[in-house]
Nanobody, 114 residues
């Protein structure tokens, strides 16, 4: 079973920043990696993706505020989140894109206070 380990979440005021990290196994170094989030009572949604070529794409709701990056030597994908809003509050997960059903980790909680 693949293990993805997310970290870096926390409580931050609106307008603040957080940087999330996710360690992935080396077998994923050629995969598209993505950050997903799930807010209470809502379905999990895709936030950002990055290919092994470092091409990236973002959900409209986070464009201009979030930046996804990856380090294929450290096998880590990052999500820099700036100008956070209360509606960004969610558990954040990383996974391949498309997501592997058995790859979901524990996620990391991000809470943005107004």
């Amino acid at each position: 079973q693949v293990q993805l380990v997310e970290s870096g979440g926390g409580l931050v005021q609106a307008g603040g920043s957080l940087r999330l990290s996710c360690a992935y196994p080396s077998i994923f170094r050629f995969n598209i990696m993505g950050w997903y989030r799930q807010a209470p009572g809502k379905q999990r949604e895709l936030v950002a993706v990055i290919a092994s070529s470092y091409t990236s794409n973002y959900a409209d709701s986070v464009k201009g505020r979030f930046t996804i990056s990856r380090d294929n030597v450290k096998n880590t994908v990052y999500l820099q989140m700036n100008s956070l809003k209360p509606e960004d509050t969610a558990v954040y997960y990383c996974n391949t894109h498309p997501p592997g059903r058995d790859n979901w980790g524990q996620g990391t909680q991000v809470t943005v206070s107004s």
